[in-house]
């Protein structure tokens, strides 16, 4: 479906970090267009990608959702292309085709027969230069996204949760407000803001390519010179220097609205990864929260069942620094504060004593299993190489893995007494309102 | 997030998942073994790990109706205790080396998933067999499970997407098992003992009952010296037949309203289908892509988002399962626009019954749907997934090659006959969860 927003994905965050030395080539145009390829011969696919370093994060108040919007734009049609024709021309060659915004990045991507695989280029690098933005075209689609909006947030309420727990977290940076944008913002959006935005952004010197599967890099190398070599390079990208104030204390935010049962999710401010740090808080959340065995899943779910549902992860992969988010839905019947104070406990556990070696180890075997069983699939391999990119860089991805192997027991339980403070967090509560009659 | 990409993922594997024809290589080795269990093979060395799907033929479909969620509760509880490993230490163990083990019930078909690198396959196919052969279902965990499967329920009704769907299905399917959720309602699910459990397991898991499919990293010896390790203890025995109602037609139309405090109307629109044995399956399948199918190429999709503004999500799949299937167009959009969105879903159902399609529509079906089969079947998982199906739905491992003989043969006049036959805008069930004050129904 066209139009992803990235939202944290939660659960499996250590599979999509998890990498090790992958046989990525790098190549630079003159233009400043970076592009990274992996050959991978196991199955006659391949995806190609183009990514953006823009994002939520490149907006201003008043005018949150830019990037997310335009991303939708992308797909209306150029100078060259008409509109709706770029992915009927893709799936009539029997490929699908799709895009992402996130706070830091937007991505476009096919996957295709790797024997058609240079059908894209040409199309990316045309929309990379000639989109047209008409005001009826631009004012349809922003009522396409607040609906996207209703569905992803407005009625459902533990994303409604999650979006006031960031805007609290962040006082004045700009990961506080929604990839999607406020609903008044986007109310507001107008044609001639996401042609700025379009020409700021969009240029071979702020993207990058990523190709993954059965291709020759020679020959796709070529093509790419070819499309989009002649494409001159934009300004310079402005810069974002904003950085988050330090917090005082807990912030605490409620949440009513139509629900069946409580929920809590609790933010901590964290060093992204490329901070030594990060991987002893990766660990850390994979000990609390990875699978049925975890410290979590066991006390809150399993041994005294009051909630149906628990979890807790590090959010590492962003150009500033982010968050370890926990949270848990609680069982029927069951006191949200009771689920607040059994997963503080654990919490304050694993500060006091740090976990067991057995624990440690399983968590490191976890990536390293799932680094491997993601090579099953080219395109999450291409996932992870861009968000590696788009944020500490893809030569981290070599260097992840050896940095998870040197976390100690006592790394875990330190980075949990450092980070998981008072001063660093954000709760945020719902509270299920009466419901209305039904017919 | 995961919801909306769900819808739009599960569209296209209804579709396409068992429409995916590979070239002339035969895609898997066939072998059924002495006690009649049904081995499919792919071996794929190219990544160290090795998937294994096994399928037990029956789902919720054995349930009775008083015990729903019957089959759930059974597959749920393998992995919860066997004769001589507790619950933590089934999850322990496969946990420990990053592998991954789960069951799960369907309709049709219930399934157990093992993923683990190569040099643990040993470790997995010996908790895979435990699970399956020798489940304990301690009374403890059983209690444990029912209590999450209702919390699960009860917090289904904060989805209106689920809510929707949950009153359209029993709507269409009344009194038969596709008209229930396979989790069970909270009325059923407190019904089921562990007598229930250890009859149903003992009832239809038996390898002549199943379907072994893997795929990855092992070589035909070792994969039969293993399966005969862990399953030749296995006893082939008679499996009671499925017994199910009969399905009524509607002959008018219904329409349900759920009020909730919503700011979009989550519309489903639709009625019987049919089954996935059914010859004109495939005349479906390319119909349906051009009505709401095919995504961004389908007609819903350019009317309703792309012209219109109306949704961020529409789209139209037939759920075709063993005994029967069903049609549906799904789209959310503000209350106010229901109306309007309705109508339009009506009125293309309505053009797709009384006009050809053109031909470029035809074309570009059949060239999607003929030519993404390399991306049908480019990974492990995908590949055990779709050899399963294969062996359920009998599709014989000669489908692959004549997947694209059977979609190339299907002409305009095919579309327009299974449009007639298989849409009905006027005989339909209608179902709105939203703000209803607001939405105004017309319907």
């Given at each position: 479906?066209?139009?992803?927003?990235?939202?944290?994905?939660?659960?499996?965050?250590?599979?999509?970090?998890?990498?090790?030395?992958?046989?990525?080539?790098?190549?630079?145009?003159?233009?400043?267009?970076?592009?990274?390829?992996?050959?991978?011969?196991?199955?006659?696919?391949?995806?190609?990608?183009?990514?953006?370093?823009?994002?939520?994060?490149?907006?201003?108040?008043?005018?949150?959702?830019?990037?997310?919007?335009?991303?939708?734009?992308?797909?209306?049609?150029?100078?060259?292309?008409?509109?709706?024709?770029?992915?009927?021309?893709?799936?009539?060659?029997?490929?699908?085709?799709?895009?992402?915004?996130?706070?830091?990045?937007?991505?476009?991507?096919?996957?295709?027969?790797?024997?058609?695989?240079?059908?894209?280029?040409?199309?990316?690098?045309?929309?990379?230069?000639?989109?047209?933005?008409?005001?009826?075209?631009?004012?349809?689609?922003?009522?396409?996204?607040?609906?996207?909006?209703?569905?992803?947030?407005?009625?459902?309420?533990?994303?409604?949760?999650?979006?006031?727990?960031?805007?609290?977290?962040?006082?004045?940076?700009?990961?506080?407000?929604?990839?999607?944008?406020?609903?008044?913002?986007?109310?507001?959006?107008?044609?001639?803001?996401?042609?700025?935005?379009?020409?700021?952004?969009?240029?071979?010197?702020?993207?990058?390519?990523?190709?993954?599967?059965?291709?020759?890099?020679?020959?796709?190398?070529?093509?790419?010179?070819?499309?989009?070599?002649?494409?001159?390079?934009?300004?310079?990208?402005?810069?974002?220097?904003?950085?988050?104030?330090?917090?005082?204390?807990?912030?605490?935010?409620?949440?009513?609205?139509?629900?069946?049962?409580?929920?809590?999710?609790?933010?901590?401010?964290?060093?992204?990864?490329?901070?030594?740090?990060?991987?002893?808080?990766?660990?850390?959340?994979?000990?609390?929260?990875?699978?049925?065995?975890?410290?979590?899943?066991?006390?809150?779910?399993?041994?005294?069942?009051?909630?149906?549902?628990?979890?807790?992860?590090?959010?590492?992969?962003?150009?500033?620094?982010?968050?370890?988010?926990?949270?848990?839905?609680?069982?029927?019947?069951?006191?949200?504060?009771?689920?607040?104070?059994?997963?503080?406990?654990?919490?304050?556990?694993?500060?006091?004593?740090?976990?067991?070696?057995?624990?440690?180890?399983?968590?490191?075997?976890?990536?390293?299993?799932?680094?491997?069983?993601?090579?099953?699939?080219?395109?999450?391999?291409?996932?992870?190489?861009?968000?590696?990119?788009?944020?500490?860089?893809?030569?981290?991805?070599?260097?992840?893995?050896?940095?998870?192997?040197?976390?100690?027991?006592?790394?875990?339980?330190?980075?949990?007494?450092?980070?998981?403070?008072?001063?660093?967090?954000?709760?945020?509560?719902?509270?299920?309102?009466?419901?209305?009659?039904?017919? | 997030?995961?919801?909306?990409?769900?819808?739009?993922?599960?569209?296209?594997?209804?579709?396409?998942s068992l429409a995916a024809p590979v070239?002339?290589?035969k895609l898997a080795?066939r072998?059924?073994?002495?006690?009649?269990?049904v081995?499919l093979?792919t071996?794929?060395?190219?990544?160290?790990?090795?998937?294994?799907?096994?399928?037990?033929?029956?789902?919720?479909?054995?349930?009775?109706?008083?015990?729903?969620?019957?089959?759930?509760?059974?597959?749920?509880?393998?992995?919860?205790?066997?004769?001589?490993?507790?619950?933590?230490?089934?999850?322990?163990?496969?946990?420990?080396?990053?592998?991954?083990?789960?069951?799960?019930?369907?309709?049709?078909?219930?399934?157990?998933?093992?993923?683990?690198?190569?040099?643990?396959?040993?470790?997995?196919?010996?908790?895979?067999?435990?699970?399956?052969?020798?489940?304990?279902?301690?009374?403890?965990?059983?209690?444990?499970?029912?209590?999450?499967?209702?919390?699960?329920?009860?917090?289904?009704?904060?989805?209106?997407?689920?809510?929707?769907?949950?009153?359209?299905?029993?709507?269409?399917?009344?009194?038969?098992?596709?008209?229930?959720?396979?989790?069970?309602?909270?009325?059923?699910?407190?019904?089921?003992?562990?007598?229930?459990?250890?009859?149903?397991?003992?009832?239809?898991?038996?390898?002549?009952?199943?379907i072994?499919s893997?795929?990855?990293?092992?070589?035909?010896?070792?994969?039969?010296?293993?399966?005969?390790?862990?399953?030749?203890?296995?006893?082939?025995?008679?499996?009671?037949?499925?017994?199910?109602?009969?399905?009524?037609?509607?002959?008018?139309?219904?329409?349900?309203?759920?009020?909730?405090?919503?700011?979009?109307?989550?519309?489903?629109?639709?009625?019987?289908?049919?089954?996935?044995?059914?010859?004109?399956?495939?005349?479906?399948?390319?119909?349906?892509?051009?009505?709401?199918?095919?995504?961004?190429?389908?007609?819903?999709?350019?009317?309703?988002?792309?012209?219109?503004?109306?949704?961020?999500?529409?789209?139209?799949?037939?759920?075709?399962?063993?005994?029967?299937?069903?049609?549906?167009?799904?789209?959310?959009?503000?209350?106010?626009?229901?109306?309007?969105?309705?109508?339009?879903?009506?009125?293309?159902?309505?053009?797709?019954?009384?006009?050809?399609?053109?031909?470029?529509?035809?074309?570009?079906?059949?060239?999607?749907?003929?030519?993404?089969?390399?991306?049908?079947i480019?990974?492990?998982?995908?590949i055990a997934g779709f050899n399963l199906a294969v062996e359920y739905y009998s599709l014989g491992l000669d489908y692959i090659?004549r997947y694209?003989?059977?979609?190339?043969?299907?002409?305009?006049?095919?579309?327009?006959?299974?449009?007639?036959?298989?849409?009905?805008?006027?005989?339909?069930?209608?179902?709105?969860?939203?703000?209803?004050?607001?939405?105004?129904?017309?319907?």
């Amino acid at each position: 479906m066209k139009k992803i927003i990235l939202i944290p994905v939660l659960f499996v965050f250590l599979t999509v970090t998890a990498a090790f030395s992958l046989p990525v080539n790098e190549y630079l145009l003159d233009n400043g267009l970076k592009v990274l390829i992996l050959e991978d011969h196991k199955a006659p696919t391949a995806t190609f990608q183009i990514w953006y370093r823009v994002g939520s994060r490149d907006e201003k108040s008043g005018k949150t959702g830019l990037s997310h919007l335009l991303e939708h734009m992308m797909f209306k049609g150029t100078k060259v292309h008409g509109p709706k024709t770029f992915a009927q021309t893709i799936q009539r060659a029997g490929g699908t085709d799709n895009a992402f915004t996130s706070r830091d990045y937007t991505g476009y991507f096919e996957l295709l027969a790797s024997d058609r695989i240079t059908l894209p280029i040409d199309l990316e690098a045309d929309r990379m230069q000639n989109l047209i933005l008409t005001r009826d075209a631009v004012l349809s689609e922003r009522d396409v996204v607040t609906e996207e909006r209703r569905l992803r947030t407005e009625d459902d309420p533990q994303s409604f949760v999650f979006e006031e727990v960031m805007a609290a977290t962040f006082k004045n940076h700009p990961y506080g407000w929604p990839v999607i944008g406020w609903m008044s913002d986007l109310r507001t959006l107008n044609p001639d803001d996401l042609v700025k935005h379009y020409r700021t952004y969009y240029a071979p010197n702020n993207a990058v390519i990523i190709v993954v599967g059965d291709v020759d890099q020679k020959q796709i190398m070529e093509k790419i010179r070819t499309s989009f070599g002649s494409i001159p390079a934009g300004p310079p990208i402005p810069a974002i220097t904003s950085v988050e104030d330090e917090q005082k204390g807990e912030r605490r935010v409620y949440v009513k609205k139509e629900a069946e049962l409580p929920y809590i999710m609790t933010a901590y401010k964290v060093p992204n990864l490329s901070h030594e740090d990060g991987f002893a808080l990766d660990v850390l959340g994979s000990i609390l929260s990875d699978g049925k065995s975890s410290r979590l899943y066991h006390a809150l779910v399993y041994d005294q069942q009051i909630a149906l549902s628990v979890w807790a992860g590090y959010e590492g992969l962003y150009k500033d620094p982010f968050v370890f988010l926990a949270g848990a839905t609680a069982a029927q019947g069951k006191k949200i504060e009771d689920v607040e104070r059994a997963l503080l406990e654990e919490i304050e556990k694993i500060k006091k004593s740090p976990p067991t070696g057995q624990e440690v180890q399983r968590a490191k075997n976890q990536v390293e299993a799932s680094f491997v069983m993601q090579q099953d699939s080219i395109y999450m391999q291409a996932r992870t190489i861009g968000t590696f990119e788009m944020t500490v860089g893809w030569k981290f991805v070599d260097t992840y893995l050896e940095g998870i192997r040197r976390v100690t027991a006592e790394d875990v339980s330190r980075v949990a007494r450092k980070y998981l403070v008072d001063e660093l967090k954000t709760t945020g509560i719902l509270i299920p309102a009466p419901k209305e009659k039904g017919s | 997030m995961h919801r909306v990409i769900n819808i739009i993922t599960t569209t296209f594997i209804l579709l396409l998942s068992l429409a995916a024809p590979v070239a002339a290589a035969k895609l898997a080795e066939r072998e059924t073994l002495s006690n009649g269990m049904v081995v499919l093979h792919t071996e794929r060395h190219s990544v160290p790990m090795v998937s294994i799907v096994m399928a037990i033929r029956t789902g919720s479909i054995a349930d009775p109706s008083a015990k729903a969620g019957l089959a759930y509760l059974t597959a749920a509880l393998l992995s919860e205790g066997t004769q001589k490993r507790t619950s933590r230490e089934i999850s322990e163990a496969i946990e420990f080396v990053g592998g991954s083990l789960s069951a799960s019930a369907g309709a049709d078909y219930t399934t157990v998933s093992l993923t683990v690198l190569k040099k643990d396959i040993e470790l997995g196919l010996d908790l895979l067999s435990d699970i399956v052969l020798h489940p304990a279902f301690p009374e403890e965990e059983i209690m444990r499970k029912k209590r999450i499967t209702l919390n699960w329920l009860i917090q289904q009704n904060e989805e209106p997407g689920a809510v929707a769907s949950i009153a359209f299905s029993r709507a269409i399917f009344g009194a038969h098992p596709y008209g229930r959720q396979v989790q069970g309602t909270v009325e059923t699910i407190p019904a089921i003992n562990q007598q229930d459990l250890v009859d149903f397991h003992r009832g239809y898991f038996a390898p002549n009952n199943a379907i072994v499919s893997v795929v990855g990293d092992i070589g035909r010896d070792e994969l039969k010296q293993l399966l005969g390790r862990y399953f030749s203890d296995w006893k082939q025995k008679e499996i009671p037949e499925h017994v199910l109602p009969a399905i009524a037609q509607n002959k008018s139309s219904t329409v349900l309203k759920i009020n909730k405090d919503l700011t979009q109307a989550n519309i489903i629109l639709g009625h019987l289908g049919i089954a996935r044995v059914d010859p004109d399956y495939y005349a479906v399948t390319v119909m349906n892509y051009i009505l709401g199918g095919g995504g961004f190429a389908s007609r819903l999709m350019d009317n309703i988002r792309d012209n219109r503004g109306l949704a961020y999500d529409v789209h139209t799949y037939f759920t075709a399962n063993r005994y029967s299937g069903s049609f549906q167009a799904g789209l959310q959009t503000k209350n106010e626009s229901a109306n309007t969105a309705i109508a339009e879903v009506i009125k293309e159902m309505e053009r797709m019954r009384t006009e050809q399609v053109s031909d470029r529509e035809l074309e570009d079906a059949k060239s999607y749907l003929t030519g993404s089969f390399p991306l049908r079947i480019d990974s492990n998982s995908k590949i055990a997934g779709f050899n399963l199906a294969v062996e359920y739905y009998s599709l014989g491992l000669d489908y692959i090659d004549r997947y694209p003989a059977i979609i190339n043969a299907i002409t305009k006049e095919d579309i327009l006959r299974v449009a007639r036959k298989y849409l009905d805008p006027a005989n339909y069930v209608l179902v709105v969860v939203g703000n209803l004050q607001k939405a105004d129904l017309k319907y």
